[in-house]
Structure formats: structure tokens, C-alpha cells
């Protein structure tokens, strides 16, 4: 799946149709370039569970968890992480627990202390906008991505 974001609006919007079809302990890797909309696509994903607090970058923190709607919902930003096997300290497993919905920045950082991705949706520049681009990485993935199709 290739989507065109004109703008940030659009990239919250994007968010928000993933949260309409991954609420079944979805792992979602985000990857792109720094600024390219990773955290906006994750204001716009919680905000359509319900979620109306602040939605900060764990840029510092690393995990920022959230329930809302009855799920829970980790945001995950690895940029600064030293280490992968740090993941197991901050309590992966936990995280990572059934029904669970992981939402991951850098993930490439946390190779092989994180579960495996269910989609990965890279954000790139494009001209002065972005572009996304959502690859399904499992069955529930597939059916999620589906979903988001019709």
C-alpha cells in the first residue's frame, strides 16, 4: 500500500485508519528519516482510540504507554537506545504482552529483542510532503492492511 501526505493532517489521518483496523495487538515498525511523520502518524493512531492527552516523542524516555479504549499501546522510539538487549531492562516482554499494540520507531535499533513486525510503514520525503508506504509482514498484517483497502 503507497499513500501520498500531502501535509501533517494527513499524516494523523493515516494514523487514525490503522487504529480503525489494527486493534488486535498489532506490532507496527515505523521507519523513516528524522521528522518525516513517525510520531504524527502516532497522535493521529491514538486520537482515533479515543486518546485526547498529549502525545509526546519517547525520543528521551524511549517508552511512552498508553490505554485507551481498553488496549494497551506502546510507543516505542529506539533512536537513542545503546543497546538492543537494553529492551529486555525496560521490560519488553511485558510490553509485548497478547493484545498488545507496539508502535516502533527505529526498530532496526532493537534487533533482536523485539517481536516481530506485523506491518512496516516507511514514511519518506517527497518533494515537500511525504509518502507512505505499508508492507505486511504476517497474516494478521495482511488482514489488516485489507481492511484498511476497502
Known amino acids: 500500500m503507497k499513500r ?13 485508519e490503522f487504529a480503525a483496523v489494527c486493534r488486535d495487538g498489532t506490532v507496527i515498525y515505523l521507519k523513516g528519516e528524522l521528522g518525516a511523520g513517525k510520531s504524527t502518524f502516532v497522535r493521529g493512531f491514538l ?14 524516555t524511549l517508552i511512552e504507554p498508553y490505554e485507551v479504549a481498553g488496549l494497551k499501546v506502546s510507543h516505542l522510539d529506539l533512536y537513542r537506545l545503546a543497546d538492543p538487549e537494553e529492551l529486555e531492562y525496560l521490560g519488553m516482554r511485558d510490553l509485548a504482552a497478547p493484545g498488545s499494540t507496539l508502535l516502533v520507531e527505529w526498530p532496526e535499533q ?5 517481536p516481530p513486525a506485523d506491518i512496516v510503514l516507511e514514511l519518506s520525503y517527497r518533494d515537500h510532503a511525504r509518502e507512505a508506504t505499508a508492507m505486511a509482514q504476517s497474516d ?10 476497502e
Open 140 to 149: 494478521k498484517g495482511r488482514e489488516s492492511l485489507s481492511r484498511l483497502a
Open 47 to 60: 486520537a482515533e482510540l479515543g486518546y485526547s492527552g498529549a502525545v509526546k516523542s519517547p525520543t528521551y
Open 4 to 16: 501520498f501526505l500531502p501535509d501533517e493532517p494527513a499524516t494523523r489521518r493515516l494514523g487514525a
Open 110 to 114: 532493537g534487533k533482536g529483542f523485539l
